[in-house]
């Protein structure tokens, strides 16, 4: 059955919120814990939790060659990608990480145009342009501890693998629900996280980790791994990828208030201006897209004479 619009829309909502505070989480579990442990522990957790969700909702797991390609494709949304953003938080605060994931939509729109062949209009070229400047200030300006160019190509990685999982998914269109992709895809990311644990387990934590970390790596768990992907996977069989990656660019003015609020990231101006320049040209980027949403929203609420 077609999720509702009002359904879609609380869907959207919850899935930008827990996205703008989850950085902030990844920056804290890492905090008293190894960043493998701390990605392995968190599939670990999620894994069980999402099992029991999908047991008592009588939910079908299929488990044939098409299920598990899908699986294999969303799995690249979680370890594949996450990886790389908890290399990252050595090197930048949880609002930049979250700005990063803002130019997904550049990504996105690239990997349509160059695979896929999709058509970008001459204003979504200039809203990359922009948006691309904007980066370059950030990385000029960002000699403090919150941002060093090594974090900003580990996250660069990092959103080009997302992307890169969104038209996978779509590709491989497998008849999944939305929360047994999400078991699916946490399972296949707890078998590569065993495959890495043989390289990290002089890293295993000794002793239980302070409260702050280990409730935030409860809420990446519970929140991030399982509430989240269920919106995302449910998102991504209903509305267009572009749509879906126009998300992140609410979440990071968002993670960032949360992160000078929760955890004192202080960013300096430059940094700040920068982040404007990015936003501003992805706000240019998906111009026409907003205009032509409200047309059609229009016509919907014009009475019929």
Known sequence: MQPSKANLSATYGLLVLIWASTPLAIVWSVQDINLYWALALRFFIALPLAAVILYLSRIPFPFNGHALHSYLAGACSFIGSQIFTYMATSYLSSGIIALMFGLAPIMTGLIGHFVFRVHLRRLQWLGMMIAVCGLGIICLGGSGQHVHPIGIMLMLLSVLIYCVSIFWIKK???????????????GISVIFSLCMLPFIWSEAPAQLPAAKSLFSLLYASVMASLIAMFCYFKLVRN????????????????????????????????????????????????????????????????PSS
């Not at 491989?172 to 946490?186: D, F, K, R, T």
């Not at 700040?272 to 907003?290: E, H, K, P, W």
């Open 172 to 186: 491989v269109n497998a008849p999944v629900e939305p929360m047994a992709q999400a078991l699916g895809s946490i």
């Open 239 to 302: 509305i267009q990828a572009s749509t879906l990656s126009l998300t992140t660019v609410m979440t990071p003015i968002l993670a960032i208030l949360i992160g000078a609020l929760l955890n004192n990231e202080k960013l300096t101006m430059m940094v700040l201006f920068g982040a404007a320049v990015l936003l501003s040209g992805l706000l240019i980027y998906f111009y026409q897209d907003f205009r032509a949403n409200r047309k059609f929203a229009h016509k919907l609420n014009k």
